[in-house]
């Protein structure tokens, strides 16, 4: 079945497929970096800088695809949803792997100096685990008035989380690995089409859904499941058309194989932990010595195939034992009937809780 006008509408959005230059450095050359918007868009309108908003740091192939699912709850809800395209992916300009984490640090503060953006919550999933929680740390300045932070599906080391695939990962020679791209090109398209595939292909089969899911699809992307569909298929085919090689790189560096350094900040998340606790001590002086907390969500799959129970157990755990109480409201919760991937999806609740939380993050 062709695609109707309206999916074809909604995946050729303006605001999907925006794109900024990031200044060459003594580091790199000048680099492209695409990225998109959800919900209300950027304009010279005094109050656009005032419109709450929150980066989304997506998985291993997440990028700016992501908000195409969230524009409808985020136009409703009145938040703005910015997400990046990561070196190698999209239209954005490929670096060396072990600048990935550099040139994201030099990215946030650019773009959002770009979109004239001055404060964001921050939400990651995945592989965006590792940017987002140096981001927290190393750019506290971008958060808002009461600084808010959600972590989905977080990634976790198989050291730790003893998966036994992503520990044969880890044992993959790098030189195999530089195939992840092409393998996952090839099992979302010829596999595999109609289901998520490695934290960045999202399609649904428009036959096997439970009428309440169903329902709840309907609402929370504003459009019919049928369309749904075909929009989820279309950016597929986009995506797969695009730059995919760094999805290469970031499975490199979730498998802690592409050398000292990579994960920066949080290569031990207890010693991340640490760090945190010494930088917001002092829980009345908050992000920017106003009074409040840092508050973090943390939302587990129910079933998650990339770090399973015993990962998300070692996550939450490394949360609850840093003694944070004093600076930091931590909370964690099971969403059910979700996968390492689908917990990103909008039917499942977790996107408009953390839109809602972004909006009262800025009052």
């Known amino acids: 079945m062709a695609p109707s006008s309206t999916a074809i509408?909604?995946?050729?959005?303006?605001?999907?497929?925006?794109?900024?230059?990031?200044?060459?450095?003594?580091?790199?050359?000048?680099?492209?970096?695409?990225y998109s918007i959800a919900g209300p868009s950027v304009s010279n309108d005094a109050t656009s800088?005032?419109?709450?908003?929150?980066?989304?740091?997506?998985?291993?192939?997440?990028?700016?695809?992501?908000?195409?699912s969230l524009n409808h709850l985020a136009t409703r809800i009145g938040v703005r949803v910015v997400a990046v395209d990561r070196p190698g992916l999209g239209g954005s300009t490929g670096v060396p792997t072990a600048q990935r984490l550099a040139v994201w640090l030099e990215t946030v503060p650019a773009l959002l100096a770009h979109l004239n953006i001055q404060h964001v919550a921050l939400a990651s999933h995945s592989a965006g685990t590792i940017y987002c929680l140096n981001t927290l740390l190393q750019l506290s300045g971008i958060l808002p008035k009461r600084p808010y932070v959600?972590?989905?599906?977080?990634?976790?080391?198989?050291?730790?989380?003893?998966?036994?695939?992503?520990?044969?990962?880890?044992?993959?020679?790098?030189?195999?690995?530089?195939?992840?791209?092409?393998?996952?090109?090839?099992?979302?398209?010829?596999?595999?089409?109609?289901?998520?595939?490695?934290?960045?292909?999202?399609?649904?089969?428009?036959?096997?859904v439970d009428p309440k899911l169903r329902?709840?699809?309907?609402?929370?992307?504003?459009q019919t499941?049928?369309?749904?569909?075909?929009?989820?298929?279309?950016?597929?085919?986009?995506?797969?058309?695009?730059?995919?090689?760094?999805?290469?790189?970031?499975?490199?560096?979730?498998?802690?194989?592409a050398g000292p350094g990579t994960w920066g900040l949080c290569e031990d998340y207890p010693?991340?932990?640490?760090?945190?606790k010494a930088k917001y001590a002092d829980a009345s002086l908050g992000m920017r010595g106003e009074p409040t907390k840092l508050k973090v969500q943390v939302f587990l799959a129910e079933s998650d195939f990339m770090i399973g129970e015993k990962g998300g157990?070692?996550?939450?755990?490394?949360?609850?034992?840093?003694?944070?109480?004093?600076?930091?409201?931590?909370?964690?919760?099971?969403?059910?009937?979700?996968?390492?991937?689908?917990?990103?999806?909008?039917?499942?609740?977790?996107?408009?809780?953390?839109l809602n939380e972004t909006k009262k993050s800025f009052l």
């Open 150 to 208: 959600a972590l989905l599906a977080p990634w976790v080391h198989p050291a730790q989380s003893g998966v036994l695939a992503m520990k044969a990962v880890t044992c993959i020679p790098n030189f195999v690995m530089g195939a992840w791209s092409d393998v996952n090109r090839f099992v979302a398209s010829k596999i595999m089409p109609a289901t998520s595939w490695s934290t960045g292909f999202f399609s649904r089969d428009d036959e096997k």
């Open 215 to 222: 329902q709840a699809i309907e609402e929370t992307c504003g």
């Open 9 to 34: 509408e909604a995946a050729c959005r303006a605001d999907l497929h925006r794109s900024f230059t990031l200044p060459a450095s003594a580091a790199h050359t000048t680099l492209r970096v695409s």
């Open 49 to 68: 800088p005032s419109i709450p908003t929150l980066l989304f740091i997506g998985g291993m192939f997440g990028g700016r695809y992501m908000c195409s």
């Open 225 to 257: 499941y049928e369309e749904v569909c075909q929009e989820s298929k279309l950016l597929n085919k986009y995506r797969m058309a695009e730059n995919m090689k760094g999805g290469n790189d970031e499975a490199l560096v979730c498998a802690k194989k």
């Open 313 to 354: 157990s070692y996550f939450e755990g490394c949360w609850r034992d840093a003694s944070l109480s004093e600076s930091v409201d931590f909370e964690s919760s099971t969403v059910p009937g979700t996968n390492h991937d689908s917990v990103c999806l909008p039917e499942y609740g977790v996107i408009e809780q953390m």
């Open 271 to 276: 010693k991340f932990l640490e760090l945190l």
